[in-house]
Protein backbone atom coordinates (compact mmCIF):
# COMPACT_ATOMS: atom_id res chain seq x y z
CA UNK A 1 0.00 0.00 0.00
CA UNK A 2 1.26 3.64 -0.49
CA UNK A 3 0.95 6.38 1.38
CA UNK A 4 -1.44 9.05 0.00
CA UNK A 5 -1.41 11.74 2.63
CA UNK A 6 0.50 11.90 6.36
CA UNK A 7 -1.38 12.87 9.28
CA UNK A 8 1.36 12.61 11.51
CA UNK A 9 4.09 10.01 12.35
CA UNK A 10 1.11 7.64 13.65
CA UNK A 11 -1.23 8.03 10.55
CA UNK A 12 -1.27 7.84 7.27
CA UNK A 13 -3.89 7.90 4.33
CA UNK A 14 -3.61 4.45 1.91
CA UNK A 15 -5.21 3.37 -1.25
CA UNK A 16 -6.12 0.13 -0.49
CA UNK A 17 -7.82 -1.01 -4.00
CA UNK A 18 -10.19 1.72 -4.63
CA UNK A 19 -10.77 2.86 -1.28
CA UNK A 20 -8.86 5.27 0.59
CA UNK A 21 -8.32 4.15 4.03
CA UNK A 22 -6.64 5.19 7.48
CA UNK A 23 -3.84 2.99 8.81
CA UNK A 24 -2.64 3.76 12.21
CA UNK A 25 0.36 2.15 13.79
CA UNK A 26 3.68 3.15 15.85
CA UNK A 27 6.05 5.21 13.69
CA UNK A 28 3.93 4.08 10.49
CA UNK A 29 5.09 7.21 8.81
CA UNK A 30 8.86 8.33 10.44
CA UNK A 31 10.86 8.89 7.93
CA UNK A 32 8.10 8.23 4.85
CA UNK A 33 6.72 11.10 2.45
CA UNK A 34 3.67 10.51 -0.38
CA UNK A 35 4.12 7.56 -2.21
CA UNK A 36 6.39 5.51 -0.35
CA UNK A 37 5.13 2.26 0.83
CA UNK A 38 4.41 1.45 4.68
CA UNK A 39 4.97 -1.73 5.91
CA UNK A 40 2.32 -3.87 7.33
CA UNK A 41 3.15 -4.80 10.05
CA UNK A 42 3.41 -1.42 11.61
CA UNK A 43 -0.06 -1.35 10.94
CA UNK A 44 -1.95 -1.80 13.84
CA UNK A 45 -5.82 -0.55 12.80
CA UNK A 46 -6.72 0.34 9.06
CA UNK A 47 -10.38 1.37 8.60
CA UNK A 48 -12.04 3.82 6.39
CA UNK A 49 -13.53 7.22 7.77
CA UNK A 50 -16.61 8.51 6.32
CA UNK A 51 -15.50 12.10 8.15
CA UNK A 52 -12.35 11.69 6.43
CA UNK A 53 -11.23 15.64 6.03
CA UNK A 54 -12.67 15.85 9.58
CA UNK A 55 -10.56 13.56 10.73
CA UNK A 56 -7.08 15.06 9.12
CA UNK A 57 -8.34 18.33 10.43
CA UNK A 58 -7.88 17.40 14.04
CA UNK A 59 -4.99 15.87 13.55
CA UNK A 60 -3.44 18.99 12.60
CA UNK A 61 -4.97 20.67 15.30
CA UNK A 62 -4.36 18.40 18.50
CA UNK A 63 -0.50 17.42 19.93
CA UNK A 64 0.39 13.85 18.03
CA UNK A 65 0.64 12.46 21.97
CA UNK A 66 -2.85 13.24 22.68
CA UNK A 67 -3.80 11.05 19.81
CA UNK A 68 -1.47 8.16 20.41
CA UNK A 69 -3.05 8.39 24.45
CA UNK A 70 -6.65 8.36 22.57
CA UNK A 71 -5.53 5.45 20.22
CA UNK A 72 -4.40 3.43 23.07
CA UNK A 73 -7.46 4.25 25.33
CA UNK A 74 -9.70 3.06 21.76
CA UNK A 75 -7.60 -0.16 22.02
CA UNK A 76 -7.77 -1.13 25.44
CA UNK A 77 -11.25 -0.63 25.32
CA UNK A 78 -12.19 -2.66 22.11
CA UNK A 79 -10.61 -5.14 24.28
CA UNK A 80 -12.10 -5.21 27.57
CA UNK A 81 -15.80 -4.41 25.82
CA UNK A 82 -15.29 -7.22 23.39
CA UNK A 83 -16.50 -5.18 20.49
CA UNK A 84 -15.47 -3.03 17.40
CA UNK A 85 -16.26 0.34 18.46
CA UNK A 86 -17.90 2.72 15.72
CA UNK A 87 -15.19 4.45 14.07
CA UNK A 88 -16.51 8.01 15.07
CA UNK A 89 -15.19 7.43 18.10
CA UNK A 90 -11.49 8.14 16.95
CA UNK A 91 -12.43 11.79 16.20
CA UNK A 92 -14.75 11.92 19.43
CA UNK A 93 -12.30 10.69 22.08
CA UNK A 94 -9.26 12.16 20.15
CA UNK A 95 -11.59 15.91 20.42
CA UNK A 96 -12.60 15.57 23.66
CA UNK A 97 -9.32 13.75 25.23
CA UNK A 98 -7.20 16.69 23.95
CA UNK A 99 -9.62 19.45 24.86
CA UNK A 100 -9.84 17.81 28.38
CA UNK A 101 -5.67 17.71 28.62
CA UNK A 102 -5.31 21.39 28.39
CA UNK A 103 -7.99 22.31 30.90
CA UNK A 104 -6.23 19.90 33.33
CA UNK A 105 -2.69 21.52 32.41
CA UNK A 106 -5.07 24.98 33.04
CA UNK A 107 -6.49 23.56 36.50
CA UNK A 108 -9.43 23.61 34.90
CA UNK A 109 -11.65 20.76 36.18
CA UNK A 110 -15.65 20.47 34.41
CA UNK A 111 -17.72 18.64 37.00
CA UNK A 112 -19.96 16.10 35.85
CA UNK A 113 -23.28 16.00 37.05
CA UNK A 114 -24.16 12.96 35.75
CA UNK A 115 -20.84 10.75 37.43
CA UNK A 116 -23.07 8.48 40.01
CA UNK A 117 -25.53 7.25 37.44
CA UNK A 118 -22.64 6.48 34.76
CA UNK A 119 -20.46 4.74 37.17
CA UNK A 120 -23.26 2.50 37.68
CA UNK A 121 -25.00 2.30 34.31
CA UNK A 122 -21.90 2.01 32.54
CA UNK A 123 -19.48 0.11 34.58
CA UNK A 124 -17.12 -1.72 31.98
CA UNK A 125 -16.73 2.23 30.47
CA UNK A 126 -16.43 3.65 33.66
CA UNK A 127 -13.80 0.98 34.64
CA UNK A 128 -11.96 2.18 31.07
CA UNK A 129 -12.31 5.79 31.91
CA UNK A 130 -10.63 5.52 35.01
CA UNK A 131 -7.72 3.52 33.41
CA UNK A 132 -7.49 5.94 30.83
CA UNK A 133 -6.92 8.61 33.51
CA UNK A 134 -4.05 6.68 34.96
CA UNK A 135 -2.43 6.20 31.38
CA UNK A 136 -2.56 10.34 30.92
CA UNK A 137 -0.47 10.81 34.06
CA UNK A 138 1.41 8.34 33.37
CA UNK A 139 2.37 8.85 29.71
CA UNK A 140 2.20 13.07 30.48
CA UNK A 141 2.03 13.76 34.26
CA UNK A 142 -1.07 15.24 33.84
CA UNK A 143 -3.68 14.88 36.67
CA UNK A 144 -6.89 14.52 35.79
CA UNK A 145 -10.35 14.21 37.76
CA UNK A 146 -12.21 11.01 37.92
CA UNK A 147 -15.57 13.25 36.41
CA UNK A 148 -13.35 13.13 33.40
CA UNK A 149 -13.58 9.47 33.28
CA UNK A 150 -17.21 9.54 33.36
CA UNK A 151 -16.94 11.66 30.04
CA UNK A 152 -14.98 8.85 28.67
CA UNK A 153 -17.27 6.40 29.35
CA UNK A 154 -19.85 8.18 27.91
CA UNK A 155 -18.15 8.18 24.46
CA UNK A 156 -17.38 4.69 24.98
CA UNK A 157 -20.71 3.84 25.67
CA UNK A 158 -21.96 5.61 22.40
CA UNK A 159 -19.39 4.19 20.26
CA UNK A 160 -20.77 0.54 21.09
CA UNK A 161 -23.89 1.33 19.10
CA UNK A 162 -24.08 1.04 15.56
CA UNK A 163 -25.81 4.50 15.10
CA UNK A 164 -24.52 5.96 18.48
CA UNK A 165 -25.52 8.93 19.00
CA UNK A 166 -24.10 11.31 21.71
CA UNK A 167 -27.10 13.71 22.73
CA UNK A 168 -29.62 10.45 23.00
CA UNK A 169 -26.98 9.15 25.60
CA UNK A 170 -26.44 11.80 27.16
CA UNK A 171 -30.19 12.36 27.32
CA UNK A 172 -31.13 9.32 28.87
CA UNK A 173 -28.48 9.63 31.60
CA UNK A 174 -30.09 13.15 32.38
CA UNK A 175 -33.60 11.57 32.38
CA UNK A 176 -32.42 9.26 35.04
CA UNK A 177 -30.48 11.61 36.94
CA UNK A 178 -33.47 13.95 37.10
CA UNK A 179 -35.49 10.72 38.56
CA UNK A 180 -33.66 9.75 41.16
CA UNK A 181 -33.39 13.17 42.12
CA UNK A 182 -37.33 13.65 42.50
CA UNK A 183 -37.17 10.37 45.17
CA UNK A 184 -34.10 11.90 46.87
CA UNK A 185 -35.80 15.38 47.30
CA UNK A 186 -39.69 13.64 47.70
CA UNK A 187 -38.38 11.08 50.45
CA UNK A 188 -36.07 13.58 51.89
CA UNK A 189 -32.78 10.93 52.11
CA UNK A 190 -29.29 10.90 50.75
CA UNK A 191 -28.81 8.07 47.91
CA UNK A 192 -25.18 6.25 47.91
CA UNK A 193 -23.90 5.21 44.34
CA UNK A 194 -22.76 2.04 46.08
CA UNK A 195 -26.00 1.00 47.36
CA UNK A 196 -27.26 -2.29 45.57
CA UNK A 197 -31.03 -0.89 45.73
CA UNK A 198 -29.84 2.06 44.23
CA UNK A 199 -28.07 0.12 41.73
CA UNK A 200 -30.99 -1.68 40.96
CA UNK A 201 -33.35 1.34 40.88
CA UNK A 202 -31.58 3.38 37.73
CA UNK A 203 -31.45 -0.11 36.35
CA UNK A 204 -34.66 -0.22 35.93
CA UNK A 205 -35.33 3.24 35.41
CA UNK A 206 -32.97 3.01 32.40
CA UNK A 207 -34.98 -0.38 30.76
CA UNK A 208 -37.79 1.80 31.54
CA UNK A 209 -36.58 5.33 28.74
CA UNK A 210 -35.37 2.73 26.74
CA UNK A 211 -38.61 0.75 26.31
CA UNK A 212 -41.24 3.53 26.91
CA UNK A 213 -41.80 4.49 23.05
CA UNK A 214 -42.44 0.51 22.94
CA UNK A 215 -45.09 -1.42 24.45
CA UNK A 216 -42.73 -3.40 26.30
CA UNK A 217 -42.82 -2.09 29.51
CA UNK A 218 -43.66 -4.38 32.30
CA UNK A 219 -47.80 -5.67 32.96
CA UNK A 220 -48.63 -5.78 36.56
CA UNK A 221 -52.41 -7.10 37.25
CA UNK A 222 -54.92 -5.03 39.16
CA UNK A 223 -54.60 -7.01 42.31
CA UNK A 224 -50.83 -6.80 42.86
CA UNK A 225 -51.09 -3.34 41.96
CA UNK A 226 -53.42 -2.19 44.51
CA UNK A 227 -51.69 -4.05 47.19
CA UNK A 228 -48.58 -1.90 46.48
CA UNK A 229 -50.83 1.19 46.50
CA UNK A 230 -52.25 0.00 50.02
CA UNK A 231 -48.91 -1.48 51.48
CA UNK A 232 -46.41 1.12 50.42
CA UNK A 233 -48.69 3.84 49.82
CA UNK A 234 -45.73 6.84 50.13
CA UNK A 235 -43.22 4.69 47.66
CA UNK A 236 -46.05 4.71 45.44
CA UNK A 237 -46.78 8.35 45.10
CA UNK A 238 -43.28 9.09 45.04
CA UNK A 239 -43.32 7.11 41.90
CA UNK A 240 -46.55 9.24 40.91
CA UNK A 241 -44.28 11.96 41.06
CA UNK A 242 -41.54 10.90 38.80
CA UNK A 243 -44.05 9.93 36.24
CA UNK A 244 -45.15 13.27 36.89
CA UNK A 245 -41.99 15.23 35.93
CA UNK A 246 -41.56 12.58 32.88
CA UNK A 247 -44.23 13.89 31.61
CA UNK A 248 -43.76 17.27 32.31
CA UNK A 249 -40.49 17.71 31.38
CA UNK A 250 -39.67 15.23 28.73
CA UNK A 251 -42.87 14.26 27.08
CA UNK A 252 -42.39 10.33 28.34
CA UNK A 253 -45.96 8.99 29.78
CA UNK A 254 -45.69 5.95 31.51
CA UNK A 255 -48.74 3.31 32.37
CA UNK A 256 -50.18 3.35 35.81
CA UNK A 257 -48.67 -0.33 36.40
CA UNK A 258 -45.55 0.31 35.33
CA UNK A 259 -45.17 2.82 38.54
CA UNK A 260 -45.87 -0.23 41.02
CA UNK A 261 -42.52 -1.61 39.48
CA UNK A 262 -40.92 1.70 40.35
CA UNK A 263 -42.73 1.83 43.88
CA UNK A 264 -41.20 -1.58 44.51
CA UNK A 265 -38.02 -0.17 43.94
CA UNK A 266 -38.18 2.70 46.03
CA UNK A 267 -39.63 0.90 48.37
CA UNK A 268 -36.30 -1.24 48.77
CA UNK A 269 -34.45 1.98 48.69
CA UNK A 270 -36.67 3.80 51.39
CA UNK A 271 -35.83 0.65 53.34
CA UNK A 272 -32.08 0.70 52.96
CA UNK A 273 -31.97 4.08 54.19
CA UNK A 274 -33.84 4.01 56.95
CA UNK A 275 -31.70 1.10 58.04
CA UNK A 276 -28.68 3.22 57.40
Not at 206 to 225: A, G, N, Y
Not at 254 to 266: D, S
Request: overall charge neutral.
Amino acid sequence: MKIKKILNNNAVVVMSGQLEKIAIGSGIAFHKKKNDLINPNKVEKMFVMEEHDKFQQLLLQVPEEHFTLSEDIISYAEMKLGCKLNNHIHIALTDHLSFAIERAKEGIHLRNKLLHEIKVLYKKEFSIGTWALHRVKEKLDVHMPIDEAAYIALHLHTAKLPEGNMQQTVRQTTIISDMVRAISEYLQIEIEDDDIAYQRLITHLRFVITRSDHIELHTMDKEMLDMIKKKFPVSFRCSQEVARLLKRDFAIQLPVQELGFIALHIERLQKRSNED
